[in-house]
C-alpha cells in the first residue's frame, strides 16, 4: 500500500487527517508519545471514529494503521524514508522536536536515491507553519542534503475547520483510541507548498494564493468561536450551543463574522456569497450539540486568543482597515478581557494583571494596542461598559 506518516495521534492526527489518508489508499503510521494509545493502535490495526451531528451518529473504522513511539529515532526515521505524504500536527512548540526525525528520514531517502516527492502538510496552530518547520529541518540535515530537500520534500501550509473536541474521561477509559467528530471535512491547503503535483487526498483541496484561507479561518471561523465563547461565559453558559442558542449572543457572534467577511471580501474579492454561505454553515456547525463543545475550550488561553495578530483583534483591525466597523468584534475583545474561569490558569493571570495594571497597561502589554490608536479607545469604552453591567 501507499504509506503515509502523522507526527501525533491526538485529535485532529487520528481525528482528521488520519482518516483522509487512510480513505485515499495510505496505510498510515502515527508517531506518538501516548503508551496506551501507541498499544491499542498497533494492537487493532484501526481505530474508531465517532462522526456525530443533532441528529446522526455513525461510527467509522480506520485502518490500517500503526504507531511507533517518538523516542525510537530509527523508526521514526523508517517510517519517514517509506512515505508518500505525512503531516505534522502536534502543536507549534513540539515541532522543534519533531524536526531532527524527519531530517533524519529525508537522510535515509537522499541514501537510498528516492526522487518520489514527499509533502508534509503542517496542521499547526502556528502562521507560516511549512516555512519555519522547513527551516527546523534543514538545521538539522547535513549540508549536502540541503539540494535534496529543496528538490524533493515539500513544507505544506494548510488550515483545520473540523471541530474535535477533546474526549471525555468515560469514553477514552472506554476505548482509548475513540475520536469524536463532526462530519465536516474539507482540508484546504496552500498549492505552492507542494513539490510536484499535489496527491489526490479525500478532502484535500489546494489553493493558491493561500492567504484568504488562513485569514478566513482564523477572523471569521475562530473569531465567532472566541465571540461565543466570551460572551457565553458572562452569560453562565457551560456549552457553546447553549450560548447559540441565546438569540443575544447568537447575534453579536454573527455580526462579529460578518464583520470580518466585509473586510475580507473587499481585500480579496472571493465569489460573491462564498463568505456568507460560510458562516452560514459555520453557525449551524457551532451548534452541534452532540461535540458537547464547551464554553471553557472556546475561550481558554484568552492573553494568546487577544494578542494583536489573533482572532478578535487581528480581525478588528483588519476590518477597520478596509473601512469596515467592527462593533461585535470590539465586544468579544472586551468580554474576552473579562473571561475569568475559574479552570483556566491564564484567564486568572490575565484578571490578574487587570486588577494590578488597569485596562491601559493590559491593553498595551497583551493586546499590543496602544493608547491613541482608534481601536485602543472603542475597546476601552465597550471593556468598561460590560464591567459595569457585571456588577
Known amino acids: 500500500m501507499k504509506e503515509a506518516i502523522i507526527f501525533g495521534a491526538g485529535n485532529i492526527g487520528r481525528g482528521f487527517l488520519g482518516q483522509l489518508f487512510s480513505e485515499s489508499g495510505y496505510r498510515v503510521t502515527f508517531v506518538e508519545v501516548d503508551q496506551a494509545l501507541l498499544q491499542t493502535l498497533n494492537a487493532r490495526g484501526a481505530y474508531r471514529i465517532r462522526l456525530v451531528t443533532n441528529d446522526h451518529t455513525e461510527e467509522v473504522t480506520v485502518g490500517p494503521v500503526a504507531a511507533v513511539p517518538a523516542s525510537n529515532l530509527d523508526a521514526v526515521a523508517e517510517a519517514v524514508a517509506r512515505a508518500e505524504i505525512g503531516a505534522t500536527a502536534v502543536g507549534a512548540g513540539v515541532l522543534r522536536h519533531v524536526a531532527p526525525a524527519v531530517a533524519k528520514g529525508i537522510e535515509r531517502r537522499a541514501a537510498a536515491g528516492v526522487t518520489a516527492p514527499l509533502n508534509l502538510i503542517l496542521a499547526e496552530n502556528l502562521k507560516n507553519a511549512a516555512a519555519i518547520f522547513r527551516e527546523m529541518v534543514a538545521e538539522a540535515l547535513p549540508p549536502a542534503c540541503h539540494t535534496y530537500l529543496a528538490e524533493h520534500v515539500g513544507f505544506v501550509d494548510t488550515v483545520i475547520a473540523r471541530m474535535v473536541p477533546p474526549l471525555t474521561p468515560e469514553l477514552r477509559s472506554q476505548d482509548p483510541s475513540l475520536v469524536l467528530v463532526e462530519p465536516y471535512k474539507e482540508l484546504p491547503v496552500d498549492r505552492q507548498g507542494f513539490v510536484g503535483d499535489p496527491p489526490q487526498v479525500v478532502g484535500m483541496i489546494p489553493y493558491s494564493p493561500f492567504v484568504f484561507f488562513t485569514e478566513r479561518k482564523l477572523y471569521v471561523h475562530n473569531a465567532g468561536h472566541a465571540v461565543l465563547g466570551y460572551l457565553g461565559s458572562l452569560a453562565g453558559y457551560e ?19 460578518e464583520e470580518s467577511a466585509r473586510a475580507l471580501a473587499r481585500k480579496y474579492h472571493p465569489p460573491a456569497g462564498a463568505l456568507l454561505a460560510n458562516i452560514e454553515d459555520l453557525l449551524g456547525r457551532f451548534g452541534n450539540r452532540a461535540l458537547g463543545d464547551t464554553i471553557l475550550r472556546l475561550g481558554r488561553d484568552p492573553i494568546r486568543k487577544l494578542a494583536r495578530p489573533d482572532r478578535l483583534v487581528g480581525a478588528a483591525l483588519n476590518a477597520l482597515a478596509e473601512g469596515v466597523m467592527p ?42 494596542l496602544p493608547a491613541g490608536e482608534p481601536l485602543f479607545e472603542m475597546v476601552v469604552a465597550r471593556y468598561r461598559a460590560l464591567a459595569a453591567a457585571r456588577r
Open 239 to 257: 456549552y457553546g450551543y447553549e450560548a447559540l442558542a441565546d438569540e443575544g449572543i447568537y447575534f453579536q457572534a454573527r455580526g462579529a463574522m
Open 327 to 368: 462593533t461585535n468584534l470590539v465586544t468579544g475583545i472586551a468580554a474576552g478581557l473579562l473571561f475569568d474561569h475559574p479552570d483556566d490558569p491564564v484567564a486568572r493571570d490575565l484578571q490578574a494583571r487587570l486588577h494590578a495594571y488597569g485596562i491601559a497597561r493590559t491593553l498595551n502589554e497583551v493586546c499590543e
